[in-house]
């Protein structure tokens, strides 16, 4: 063991450097917006799709069966469709009225 002092340590910690500074690139210029008048266009050529695809369906079909299966078609389109009707309409009924019984449990629940 030796007498002399021990030389004090620099307790400081070292210097930090600040980081770089990086600039983000710049944003490209936003793109134009669509026009409405174009999605009007869209829907009408696809309304105008669909009615010429059921017409020559319906002349293609009243060549091979007549009359009879044209009201078949018709009846079993239109029933199918009103059960799907059916669903939808009894599935968002159930929704609204839980919607309705919870927002009177929760006015029962505020003391109104």
Not at 50 to 62: D, N, P, R, W
């Amino acid at each position: 063991m030796s007498d002399e002092p021990i030389a004090p340590t620099d307790l400081a910690p070292p210097p930090v450097m600040p980081p770089p500074v990086v600039t983000p690139p710049p944003l490209p210029p936003p793109k134009p917006v669509t026009p409405a008048w174009v999605f009007i266009l869209l829907k009408t050529v696809l309304a105008v799709l669909v009615v010429t695809l059921v017409t020559a369906g319906m002349i293609l079909l009243h060549r091979e069966t007549g009359w009879e299966g044209i009201w078949k078609v018709t009846l079993i389109g239109t029933c199918g469709l009103f059960a799907i009707l059916s669903v939808l309409v009894i599935v968002g009924g159930a929704l609204d009225v839980r919607k309705l019984l919870r927002r009177l449990r929760e006015r029962e629940a505020s003391g109104d």
